[in-house]
């Protein structure tokens, strides 16, 4: 079992910065992808960045350029950095691990852009 606990959101202007964490324990050995989701009011979630373990990244077209996934596995963390933030970047965001093909999933944090 993996459990994720994510820190960090809040409330912003548009245009202003957050720094998203999220905090892994239990067994993290074989954890490949590790990422960041979201869900706004009545949309489904969509994916925001993932990180594998190698490094590799995958961005949702809405924010490249605007947000930064990192992990350091030595801490069992995730992060991700979001600038440039904008009011359709609301939602709730949840952290992510797939561990031998299996997901796991933090209870999210909320990020509120104001306009």
């Known amino acids: 079992q993996v459990q994720l606990v994510e820190s960090g959101g809040g409330l912003v202007q548009a245009g202003g910065s957050l720094r998203l964490s999220c905090a892994a324990s239990?067994?993290?050995?074989?954890?490949?992808?590790m990422g960041w989701y979201r869900q706004a009011p009545a949309k489904q979630r969509e994916l925001v960045a993932t990180?594998?373990?190698?490094?590799?990244?995958n961005y949702a077209n809405s924010v490249k350029g605007r947000f930064t996934v990192s992990r350091d596995d030595a801490k069992k963390t995730v992060s991700l950095q979001m600038n440039s933030l904008n009011p359709e970047d609301t939602a709730v965001y949840y952290c992510?691990?797939?561990?031998?093909?299996?997901?796991?999933w933090g209870q999210g944090t909320q990020v509120t852009v104001s306009s």
């Open positions: 992510n691990a797939v561990r031998w093909g299996r997901d796991f």
């Open positions: 239990g067994v993290f050995f074989g954890v490949n992808v």
């Open positions: 990180i594998t373990s190698g490094g590799s990244t």
